[in-house]
């Protein structure tokens, strides 16, 4: 990569605070079926609003397919102003682990630059210290977010 071209940038993010089970009634149940609380909507709007004021605009947001990450994404994408076909739900980052967090983010593309993938722990946190194993990073709260400056020719690497 010549020194001229731009880093591309990452920023992972974990799914804001979810209920602690699906809401009752809701016929698909289960962990992939439980929605953010309020608290929850209140984080990720904050999410949004952090990354607009530091000028952080993803090219496109993946999420996995869970609802919770589905609600976050698209709180922060409206905050930013992230069309809707920008955003991507991918089943494969459901309780992703590292390497498939990874595999996610070489769907992006050559022509995407500026990246942001919601998921979920203990795998969004891992794939952080992986990518940066010197910042003894903690585990992400809800909403936890951490941006990285990657010299890549493109998100295969």
């Known amino acids: 990569m010549s020194t001229a071209t731009p880093p591309r940038l990452l920023w992972l993010l974990r799914h804001a605070e979810a209920q602690v089970e699906a809401a009752a009634g809701d016929p698909s149940g289960g962990d992939h079926a439980r929605a953010l ?3 929850g909507v ?3 709007t904050r999410a949004a609003a952090r990354c607009a004021e530091l000028g952080w605009q993803p090219e496109l947001l993946l999420a996995s397919s869970a ?3 589905r609600q976050t994404a ?3 994408a409206l ?3 992230l069309a809707a076909g920008k955003i991507v739900m991918l089943d494969e980052l459901y309780l992703a682990d590292p390497d498939a ?5 070489a769907q992006a593309g050559p022509r995407i630059t500026r990246l942001m993938i919601v998921a979920h722990n203990p795998g ?3 794939f952080a210290r992986q990518l940066a194993p010197d910042a003894a990073l903690p585990g992400f709260d809800t909403a936890g977010m951490a941006r990285f400056e990657l010299h890549l020719e493109d998100w295969s690497q």
């Open 74 to 76: 698209e709180i922060v």
């Open 37 to 39: 609380t309020r608290r």
């Open 42 to 44: 209140a984080e990720a």
């Open 67 to 69: 609802t919770r990450t």
């Open 124 to 126: 969004i946190s891992a």
């Open 101 to 105: 967090i990874r595999r996610a983010a």
């Open 79 to 81: 905050g930013l102003g």
